[in-house]
Every structure is written in C-alpha cells, then in structure tokens.
C-alpha cells in the first residue's frame, strides 16, 4: 500500500488480557516508531527501530510493553497484562532517511 | 515542565482571518521543528517543516523559527473552516544520533463561518 498501515484499528480488552497491535510501514523505510496518544494530548514517544534494530526503548511505559521488528519492516507491539491506564490511541509511524514520519491510522485500544 | 509547550486552545478564528499558532521548547540544541495537523479521530499529517531561522512559507501557511528565544510558529493565512483541527508543534531532539520527536500536547483551531 501507499502509506502506513495498523491493524486492529479497534481493540478492546478485558483488564489482564494480552494484546498485539500491527504496524506494516510504507516499502522501504528504514525507520519506524511507535507512539502512545492519550486523549487531548499530543503523542508520546514508546519506541525506535531502524531496520530490525531496537536502537531507543526509553518510551515504553514498563516491562508489559514489548515491541519488535524482525525482518526490518512489519512491527508488532505487544501489551501484557493490559490495565486501564494503558487505554489510548497507539500510533506508528515511518520514515525513509529524511525527517518527515508518516503516521499510520492508529489503533484505539479501550482496557475495560 | 514539558520539552514542548503549546497554548492548548481552542482558538476561534472567524473564516478569511489569520491563525496564530504559537510553540516554545526548552532543548536549546534542537535543529528540526514541525507542524502536524489532526483532525479529531483521525491521525497527525504532516503540513510543514523548518530548519533555519526565519520564515517558511507553504501556500497559506508560513512556519517561523527563532532558535534563540526557543519557539517556532505558524500562521494560517485566509483561515477556512477545514482548517478546524488540532495543531502539534513536533521538535526533533538532539541528544541522540537519530533525533527522538517530541510533540506537544496541541492547539486546538476552529474556524467559524
């Protein structure tokens, strides 16, 4: 596809429920992050990979959060343990050598 | 105090006006600002870019940055009502080789008829 793409668009878990959330980002670019967007806030940075390398996890609220990307294009952001606080808009996005990040739809994860 | 501070709004601006959008951050070495632009429900979309001081223009847009008072803005010439949407400013930081976003939490515009 042309852009950046997410899948589920919408998850809903129960409290304690593992999730995974898909990123497939544009062909090619080398660089890809994830984001966490809280309601009426701007994104917050989880985490940074460039190819298959993990090179800046700092974001990533604690040690449920786990992300990969192992052949250097699709990613996958996984979520353990799911509690209320982890509700949010998670986004990805790509982006080639230059500056500008594509961002995909996001995924909106509800934790009931 | 957040790396990047923008008035949260919402900024009511009458159709055929200006918009000013205001952004401060506190890292001094930054070197990459941005505008993104989020429509509710929706996610951020690229409007401009700056580097160097001054002005940048883009159809009806003009970017400033004054790297030496730490803030960056936006004007939205002839405002029109699908201008309505959520403004982050974005800096790219330079502590690390590859340069970690941060953004800041948003103005809300809305352009009324």
């Known amino acids: 596809g042309a852009g950046v793409s997410q899948s589920p668009r919408y998850k809903v878990a129960k409290r304690g429920q593992d999730v995974a959330l898909r990123c497939d980002p544009i062909?090619?670019?080398?660089?890809l992050f994830w984001y966490q967007q809280a309601l009426g806030q701007g994104p917050e940075f989880l985490t940074y990979?460039?190819?298959?390398?993990?090179?800046?996890k700092s974001g990533l609220p604690s040690d449920r959060f786990f992300a990969e990307r192992p052949e250097g294009s699709v990613s996958t952001l996984k979520i353990q343990r799911t509690q209320q606080e982890d509700s949010a808009v998670y986004l990805c996005?790509?982006?080639?050598?230059?500056?500008?990040?594509?961002f995909g739809p996001g995924t909106r994860l509800t934790v009931l | 105090q957040k790396e990047v501070e923008q008035n949260s709004g919402p900024l009511s601006v009458p159709e055929g006006a200006i918009a000013s959008l205001n952004c401060t951050y506190s890292?001094?070495?930054?070197?990459?600002f941005f505008w993104y632009r989020q429509y509710s429900g929706k996610s951020p979309e690229l409007i401009m870019s700056?580097?160097?001081?001054g002005d940048k223009e883009d159809g009806r847009f003009t970017a400033q940055l004054n790297k030496a008072s730490q803030y960056v803005s936006l004007l939205i010439r002839d405002s029109q009502p699908s201008d309505s949407a959520t403004y982050l400013c974005?800096?790219?930081?330079?502590?690390?080789?590859?340069?970690?976003?941060?953004f800041g939490a948003g103005t809300q515009v809305v352009v009324t008829p």
């Open positions: 996005a790509s982006s080639s050598l230059s500056d500008t990040q594509y």
């Open positions: 062909s090619g670019h080398v660089s």
């Open positions: 990979f460039q190819n298959e390398a993990q090179l800046d």
């Open positions: 890292d001094r070495g930054s070197q990459s």
């Open positions: 700056i580097y160097s001081n």
């Open positions: 974005a800096v790219k930081s330079s502590g690390d080789s590859w340069g970690k976003f941060q």
